[in-house]
């Protein structure tokens, strides 16, 4: 064969190479192209070379290294195709290659409420339902309305330091009306009452009252599983011409009612004492679950609004009379979800507080 003949068809093929190389568009396709061309055993570059031993004799040192040259020269157009297609196409091939339709979602993590402000929110929605204003009271109180305003008389144990939590300089401080963490939500009811009678103008009769007050109360009790130093009260008050004992057990019965959902809740009271109230009871409310278990449950105290607290804040007890309640938050809360130690709702154990 002469050496140009030889020459053509090899340059014919370089092209041919190029082109292929060149237009491969995944690493598919590049590879069978490489295999085509630079194939050890078949490729077409393997039979050129084949054909070098038909090279006329005088032509041969010529024609292999220019068959040098060229398969160089073709092995460095494959290099650059495959780095175009690592480059661009192929990135994005090997991520379409890797992204599975049939995996999960990746879940994400939504935080919520923690259950006491859940039920704290349930009740003020149903108490709004029932004409009761929320309102706030201070957490840090003085001594005329966590007791003096409440009829709680100097001597009465409920006093007691060992009882209370009272912030000791602040004591000092304030001599005759010393600090303390409240010790419980009727706090509220003479800051309301109060407000109300120095808003009301001389000689005219304060407002009826209809508020509900939720929040942290403190008592130094050593936790176990039914107590714990801090706690929650949900507080009522109503004051208006006529109010009896009636209205009471019904706004109870119809609250429970609606927590609990259903007819079947009862609530029933226990004769009791509360300074501030006269007569007083304790609340209780009758619960049943869905497998047939049925109790009654302690949910706090109430009763009619005692003259002496209506007179120290400047209401007439001869124009109005008034009920007032306060139930524990937690009971609550504990009794619908059926949980049974309170310690666990302050814990923060993440495992425990996303159950619900
Ligand atoms: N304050 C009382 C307590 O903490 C509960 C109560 C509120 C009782 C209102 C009567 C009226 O135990």
């Known amino acids: 064969?002469?050496?140009?003949?030889?020459?053509?068809?090899?340059?014919?093929?370089?092209?041919?190479?190029?082109?292929?190389?060149?237009?491969?568009?995944?690493?598919?396709?590049?590879?069978?192209?490489?295999?085509?061309?630079?194939?050890?055993?078949?490729?077409?570059?393997?039979?050129?070379?084949?054909?070098?031993?038909?090279?006329?004799?005088?032509?041969?040192?010529?024609?292999?290294?220019?068959?040098?040259?060229?398969?160089?020269?073709?092995?460095?157009?494959?290099?650059?195709?495959?780095?175009?297609?690592?480059?661009?196409?192929?990135?994005?091939?090997?991520?379409?290659?890797?992204?599975?339709?049939?995996?999960?979602?990746?879940?994400?993590?939504?935080?919520?409420?923690?259950?006491?402000?859940?039920?704290?929110?349930?009740?003020?929605?149903?108490?709004?339902?029932?004409?009761?204003?929320?309102?706030?009271?201070?957490?840090?109180?003085?001594d005329w309305h966590n007791f003096e305003a409440l009829n709680i008389p100097l001597s009465h144990p409920a006093r007691d330091p060992l009882e209370n939590f009272y912030l000791a300089s602040a004591a000092k401080a304030s001599g005759e009306n010393p600090l303390l963490l409240r010790s419980q939500t009727s706090t509220v009811q003479i800051r309301v009452m109060e407000q109300q009678v120095a808003e009301t103008a001389a000689g005219e009769s304060p407002p009826p009252v209809r508020i509900i007050s939720l929040g942290r109360v403190y008592r130094p009790d050593t936790a176990d599983a039914t107590h714990y130093p801090m706690f929650h009260q949900i507080e009522g008050l109503l004051v208006d011409r006529g109010v009896t004992m009636a209205d009471l057990k019904s706004v109870l019965r119809l609250f429970c009612q609606s927590y609990f959902g259903g007819e079947e809740v009862h609530v029933r009271f226990r004769p009791s004492f509360f300074p501030f109230t006269e007569p007083s009871v304790e609340v209780d409310m009758n619960?049943?679950?869905?497998?047939?278990?049925?109790?009654?449950?302690?949910?706090?105290?109430?009763?009619?609004?005692?003259?002496?607290?209506?007179?120290?804040?400047?209401?007439d007890p001869e124009e109005v009379t008034g009920f007032a309640f306060g139930l524990g938050v937690e009971r609550i809360c504990m009794r619908q979800h059926g949980i049974t130690d309170i310690r666990a709702l302050y814990q923060n154990d993440v495992r425990f507080l996303s159950q619900f």
Not at 36 to 58: I, P
């Open 287 to 315: 619960w049943r679950d869905g497998q047939g278990n049925e109790g009654w449950m302690e949910m706090g105290g109430a009763g009619m609004v005692d003259p002496n607290v209506l007179r120290a804040v400047g209401y």
């Open 1 to 142: 064969m002469a050496l140009a003949e030889f020459l053509e068809s090899l340059n014919a093929l370089a092209a041919q190479a190029r082109d292929a190389f060149a237009s491969a568009d995944s690493a598919d396709a590049l590879e069978a192209a490489r295999i085509a061309f630079l194939g050890a055993k078949s490729g077409h570059l393997r039979q050129v070379q084949k054909g070098l031993g038909k090279v006329d004799k005088a032509d041969k040192p010529a024609a292999g290294k220019r068959f040098n040259e060229v398969k160089v020269l073709v092995e460095s157009e494959f290099e650059q195709a495959q780095q175009r297609l690592a480059g661009e196409g192929g990135g994005r091939e090997e991520a379409s290659d890797r992204f599975d339709v049939t995996l999960p979602g990746e879940t994400l993590r939504i935080g919520h409420l923690h259950p006491i402000t859940q039920t704290i929110r349930e009740m003020k929605d149903i108490m709004g339902r029932l004409g009761f204003t929320a309102v706030e009271g201070p957490e840090i109180e003085d």
